[in-house]
């Protein structure tokens, strides 16, 4: 995927995530820390620069998001601070 076809990709995804849902998915796509999403939605807006390396990786996460390799599982907690979503793997197949 190009680097506008991941960004394009990338808000799609945040757009369609549920509450609770878009740090998970940050995750999953291999931001890390507490800044995670943050980062993301950078990516997404066409702020942040977008490495050829991070590019890749972003492709390689949302092809498997899309395809439904990785999916959001709900983990049953509610209330706030708690994580809602966790990234799981898909049905094989």
């Given at each position: 995927m190009?680097?506008?076809?991941?960004?394009?990709?990338?808000?799609?995804?945040?757009?369609?995530?549920?509450h609770?849902g878009?740090?998970?998915l940050?995750?999953?796509?291999?931001?890390?820390?507490?800044?995670?999403?943050?980062s993301?939605?950078?990516?997404?807006?066409?702020?942040?620069?977008?490495?050829?390396?991070m590019?890749?990786?972003?492709?390689?996460?949302?092809?498997?998001?899309?395809?439904?390799?990785?999916?959001?599982?709900?983990?049953?907690?509610?209330?706030?601070?708690?994580?809602?979503?966790?990234?799981?793997?898909?049905?094989a197949?």
């Amino acid at each position: 995927m190009s680097a506008e076809q991941v960004r394009a990709a990338l808000r799609e995804l945040l757009a369609r995530a549920p509450h609770g849902g878009k740090r998970p998915l940050a995750l999953a796509l291999g931001f890390r820390g507490r800044w995670a999403l943050h980062s993301l939605r950078s990516i997404a807006s066409g702020r942040g620069y977008l490495f050829e390396s991070m590019r890749r990786r972003l492709s390689r996460g949302v092809q498997q998001l899309q395809r439904g390799d990785l999916i959001l599982v709900p983990t049953g907690a509610h209330g706030a601070g708690k994580r809602l979503f966790s990234i799981a793997r898909g049905a094989a197949g």
